[in-house]
């Protein structure tokens, strides 16, 4: 706001000394305002500016609203097309915390070291995981996640090939999400 009025102002003495120095048309204060005012919102005034320097100072403010309103009109369409993004669960705590939340282990899985981890663990949370857990396969689970409220326990290597490999687009975009946490199984050999 206040770079309109200053560029108003300097436009109306830019204005006022051309009226000075040659006579030509002098403009008031308030016409150079609200002409400052149409400029910036896209709606300039039929009548332009006289003078040379008038002109110049005229494309040097266009040229400024432009990527002013630019810059403003594609922040506004980008906040307003982006829906609302809910936090995905990172832990054990935060998927029995979610009401009406399910998941699941991948069938391989379930004779292995992940399975005896859920298995044999004295954690209440993971014994609840473990309770509610359903077992399926990468293919029938990954179109439940994509649906929302599932999350499918998967080796990070592997769902990561599965994920790159058949839900990735050209441009390395993909509905999934992998988490930071992890459960890290330590496998031992006596």
């Known amino acids: 706001?206040?770079?309109?009025?200053?560029?108003?102002?300097?436009?109306?003495?830019?204005?006022?000394?051309?009226?000075?120095?040659?006579?030509?048309?002098?403009?008031?204060?308030s016409t150079a305002l609200l002409f400052s005012w149409g400029t910036i919102l896209n709606q300039p005034p039929i009548n332009q500016s006289i003078s040379d320097s008038g002109k110049v100072l005229v494309g040097m403010w266009l040229v400024f609203c432009l990527v002013i309103t630019t810059g403003y009109s594609s922040s506004l369409i980008a906040h307003l097309t982006i829906q609302g993004k809910t936090t995905p669960p990172e832990t054990f705590e935060d998927l029995v915390a979610r009401k009406n939340w399910r998941w699941g282990l991948e069938s391989w899985l379930i004779k292995g070291s992940p399975g005896q981890y859920f298995a044999l663990h004295t954690d209440p949370v993971v014994r609840q995981i473990y309770k509610k857990m359903e077992i399926v396969t990468a293919e029938e689970a990954m179109p439940l996640v994509k649906q929302g409220s599932y999350t499918l326990f998967s080796p990070k290597f592997?769902?990561?090939?599965?994920?790159?490999?058949?839900?990735?687009?050209?441009?390395?975009q993909t509905?999934?999400?992998?988490?930071?946490?992890?459960?890290?199984?330590?496998?031992?050999?006596?």
């Open 1 to 29: 706001m206040v770079s309109v009025v200053v560029w108003g102002v300097v436009v109306w003495l830019f204005q006022q000394a051309w009226h000075w120095l040659t006579g030509g048309q002098s403009v008031k204060l």
């Open 175 to 190: 509905p999934y999400y992998i988490t930071n946490e992890g459960i890290h199984v330590l496998a031992e050999f006596g």
């Open 158 to 172: 592997h769902i990561t090939v599965v994920i790159d490999s058949f839900y990735t687009d050209k441009y390395g």
